[in-house]
């Protein structure tokens, strides 16, 4: 009287853990990118802000948007010089 798993059983139930994982892990990779880019485009937007408060002064001001906000968060300083220098030229 001996209890016996097929080793398929065994098998099948080792690969689904593995596919499992990986799904998981596929699913999780996106979804850290996603609340990177929304942390990035925030501190980018709060050091807009403030430029914008303390550049109201000297006659700074560049329009906080999405695009503006990313750029600042992702390069930090150059970003925002770089939002500077176009400002300039355009």
């Known amino acids: 009287m001996g209890l016996s798993i097929p080793y398929e059983a065994i ?9 499992l994982y990986v ?30 408060v303390v550049g109201g002064f000297f ?4 329009a ?3 695009v503006t906000a990313l750029i600042a968060g992702f390069l930090g300083i150059p970003g925002i010089i770089l939002l500077l ?3 300039m030229i355009l």
């Open 11 to 19: 098998i099948a139930y080792a690969l689904g853990l593995v596919l």
């Open 23 to 52: 799904v998981g892990y596929l699913l999780l990779v996106p979804f850290k990118m996603v609340l990177r880019f929304i942390y990035n485009g925030l501190l980018g937007g709060l050091m807009l802000w403030g430029l914008n």
């Open 59 to 62: 006659g700074v001001n560049i």
């Open 64 to 66: 906080i948007n999405f």
């Open 85 to 87: 220098i176009l400002q």
